[in-house]
């Protein structure tokens, strides 16, 4: 199987593959690192999205 | 500076004035929806809730990635008790780029409306090499949607 890369289309079992999870208050993000014989030649990252923003409405007395 | 999350200061004024359609129920001379796009930026920007519209200043740059960023939709609005929510439609995806200057923000805005921000999201320093970068929605409810007004 090939995979795109910095070398072009690249055999899979040339590659190590490491992944890395990060937490924010609202967000994961998933970065997947591409390496051959120490060189980076891929990465990709995925960011989920937990939560959105809120805009909080007031609403004022009279 | 840095880059912060926030809804735009100027969209929920825009929203009063009617200057924004997510969706297709809209009373202005037709029903069709604004078009939103979403754009990444370098993690030395300054967006955030004093941003009013996208600028091509600090926004990233790089193989396959092109300048004003993607274009996506959202969600029909509705709401839920007392919160109205939306959230895009799919994920937001950057494919084959190579971003090598460190990005950390996404910008939502209506580039049919003069490119007026409606929100910045930001992910912690990122870099892309020869691959994809996609950002999943979270789940469009009153509680997790993108975009909610409570």
Known sequence: MLIQTIHGLTPLEELEVHDQVEWFDNARKTTTTWTRSGELVRQDVHVHILRGLAADAAQGGM | ?150
């Open chain 2, 1 to 150: 500076m840095a880059n912060s999350q926030a809804i735009a200061t100027s969209f929920k004024v825009e929203l009063f004035n009617g200057i924004h359609a997510l969706g297709t129920t809209v009373t202005r001379g037709g029903t069709t929806a604004d078009t939103f796009k979403a754009a990444l930026y370098v993690a030395t920007g300054s967006i955030g809730a004093g941003t009013t519209a996208y600028s091509a200043t600090n926004e990233v740059a790089g193989t396959n990635y092109t300048a004003g960023g993607v274009t996506f939709s959202w969600v029909a609005p509705t709401s839920s008790g007392t919160t109205a929510y939306s959230t895009p439609s799919a994920s937001l995806a950057w494919t084959t780029v190579t971003l090598s200057t460190s990005f950390d923000c996404v910008l939502l805005y209506n580039s049919t409306q003069s490119n007026k921000a409606v929100a910045s999201y930001t992910f912690g320093a990122t870099t892309v090499t020869a691959g994809n970068f996609t950002l999943t929605m979270p789940t469009n409810d009153s509680t997790n949607g993108l975009l909610r007004l409570a």
